[in-house]
């Protein structure tokens, strides 16, 4: 998985095959080889965390075993000598050659496959949000996932690395393997996820957004992206129609776990605040329909056409969500936003109906109208965690939740013929004067 982020790029500072370690020596270093296991490779890197997955990528191109592999404090940028990077991983392994097709191995993948990647303009602020197809016996081990199963390796900074898991974890349905509380020994944080390859994508790219909308907008209490989209280099030839907004990444294909933010060039993880607004906005039109159906059934055509009103708000409800487009005027029944608001607390008055509580007797209209109001105050809710800047469409979803309360102390209140309730409409009366407000 790459990321259209600046990379920083690891380096391998030095490296070497021993073919026949001394037994002391090897015993020192705290070795513990056989008589088959004397040839020792070593290398070391700028970069930790994507040597440690080049040493993982080696195991599975010759059979070695990484036997020593530590990171030194306080990483590359105060190393003890120019050539000692960040961290030293050593093989071991029966024969020489075997050693070498190994190191061949983790070069190719820290030149060509494993890195950090640069969340700020300055570079400063770096992260490895990385994804292991199919792991090899080290880092099975480490993670404990078999051999052969997907793997997240997720590093950022302390507080970065934290916010950035979380993120992950809501994401997709991975397993938290292993976290590495901050601070390590060069001062980040992380995690190892497990789960199926599409999945330990999307937490990867979601622990890519976090961290990098920390990097933006560092003194924000909360996300404020809010997935909006990262900068990003245009697309080259060939790399690919669909876009994650997230990170800026191409893809040949769009995968299932993502869905259309807008367009092509906006694909979100469905589970994305804004895609969790369209659900309750779906299902506000769900129960809006079944209601009309139940007051047709009863014979409530004026509650058939009233609640036409209310379908018609959500549905531009949707389209300026979808467009960014400001909602405009409405009314809801013939009334203004401000004039429903005042009827929603007037019941009484109006229909001689109190704050009520719904019963059996009021028959399947009242039932309907009831859901379809908790529905329109759920896509309220909705619409706050995914754009609290679009007050519009906060006044439009709350003032047909009480559009959807009058409806329903009429439909009581038996002003639309058909099912009259039998007995009291019970709840509370307001007092005989005075507004509430």
Known sequence: MKLSLPPVKPEVLALRVIPRVHPRLAK?????????????????????????????????????????????????????????????????AADPDEIRAALDAAVRCLEEDAW?????????????????????????????????????????????????VDAALKAAPVTLQKWFGPPSETNFGGAYLGGALPDCEAAARAFAAAVVDV??????????????????????????????????EFLPEK????????????????????????????????????????????????????????????????????????????????????????????????????????????????AKLYLARAAAREAERALLRALPEREDLLVALNRLSSYLYVLTCKAAGGRYGGRRPVGPVRGWKPPSRGDRS
């Open 215 to 248: 990097a933006r907008n560092p003194r924000s209490r909360t996300r404020a992206d809010a997935g909006r989209e990262l900068a990003a280099p245009p697309a080259k030839p060939g790399a690919g129609a669909y876009r994650v907004l997230a990170t800026g």
């Open 28 to 92: 020192e270093l705290g070795l513990e080889l056989g008589p088959e296991r004397r040839a020792l490779g070593m290398l070391t890197c700028t970069s930790d965390d994507a040597l440690y997955v080049a040493l993982d990528e080696g195991t599975k191109a010759a059979p070695v075993d990484v036997v020593y592999a530590r990171s030194f404090y306080a990483g590359a940028a105060h190393a003890s000598g120019p050539l000692s990077g960040e961290v030293i991983g050593v093989y071991a």
């Open 116 to 164: 950090f990647y640069s969340a700020d303009d300055a570079g400063r602020l770096t992260f490895f949000p990385h994804v292991v197809s199919a792991v090899g016996r080290y880092l099975s081990g480490l993670a404990g996932v078999p051999a052969g199963q997907p793997l997240a390796y997720l590093i950022a900074p302390p507080l970065e690395s934290v916010l950035g």
């Open 255 to 366: 995968p299932e776990h993502l869905t259309h933010l807008a367009d092509d060039q906006s694909l979100v993880p469905k589970t994305h605040p804004r895609m969790d607004l369209r659900g309750k906005l779906d299902l506000l039109e769900g129960h809006l329909l079944d209601a009309q159906v139940a007051a047709n059934a009863d014979g409530m055509r004026d509650l058939v056409g009233e609640l036409e009103d209310a379908l018609a708000l959500s549905r531009r409800v949707v389209g300026a969500e979808v467009t960014g487009r400001p909602l405009g005027a409405f009314t809801l029944g013939g009334m203004d936003p401000a004039r429903v608001r005042w009827a929603s607390h007037h019941t009484w008055d109006l229909f001689r109906v109190p704050f009520m509580y719904p019963s059996i007797r009021h028959g399947p209209p009242v």
